[in-house]
């Protein structure tokens, strides 16, 4: 049996990386796919490569912080697949000209911030009444293992926007706990993609920041996936306002 068969899943910022792993991982396990994102071409990119597998998708273009766009891409969401069971907030940003707080440029903190957190927010919020609706389900919220570690090369607008989202996490699964949804938030560390691989600009700085992970290696998408689909399914059924690391170690490792 498959994890997540019958389930509807809304997966936004699911034309990047991350997104798309998750949308065809969630799809590989039975799950029907909104494909939520900003860029046209790389929602109907994902699209095309989940129903090349067998899966059912739409691609629906918005941008999580405009509050108008999330509601009507919901109302579409839940339109073309008959109802919605899962929310997978992934949606986000991480610019590389986010440094220390010291340089902090407030507009762009404003921006990130505005992806980030009030994305999840208005995403949340037009959402879960459609999940409550079907009976229950599960809000997977994305933050960052920077939210519970501090880093010697900061990024403090992004590291300060996935704390809100795993403080908004416990809040939102104490709430919700009554309505049987359950929210929890991944933290991941180092996935290596393309816009994560320019965060280190020289083979000693991919060296020193590698040297940090026990388990060897930097993270790949599907490890991200992996935990998305976990949560989602229901044998994660009695896990709600969790918080999980997924960092190969790197936050417990003093070096």
Known sequence: MKHLDGKRALITGAGGALGRASSLMFARE?????????NRDAADETVRLLTEQGGTAVAIVADVSVEAEVKHAVTETVDALGGLDVLFNNAGIMPHQDESFLDGDLELWKFITGINVHGTMLCSKYAV??????????????SSFLAVTGTTYPQDGYAASKGAISSM????????????????????????????EKFFPD?????????????????????????????ASDAASWITGQVIELDGGISNNYL
């Not at 039975?30 to 900003?38: C, L, T």
């Not at 229950?136 to 994305?142: D, E, S, T, Y």
């Not at 104490?174 to 359950?182: A, D, H, M, S």
Request: net charge positive; aromatic share 2%; charged share 15%.
């Open 30 to 38: 039975g799950a029907s796919v909104a494909v939520i994102d900003i």
């Open 129 to 142: 009444p459609h999940i409550a609706a079907a009976g229950g389900g599960a809000v997977v919220n994305m």
């Open 169 to 196: 996490t416990r809040s939102m699964a104490v709430q919700l706990g009554p309505k049987n949804i359950r929210v929890n938030a991944m933290a991941p560390g180092p996935i290596l993609t393309a816009h994560v």
């Open 203 to 231: 083979p000693e700085a991919r060296r020193i920041r590698l040297a940090r992970v026990p388990l060897g290696r930097f993270g790949a998408p599907d490890d991200a996936a992996g935990l998305a689909c976990f949560l």
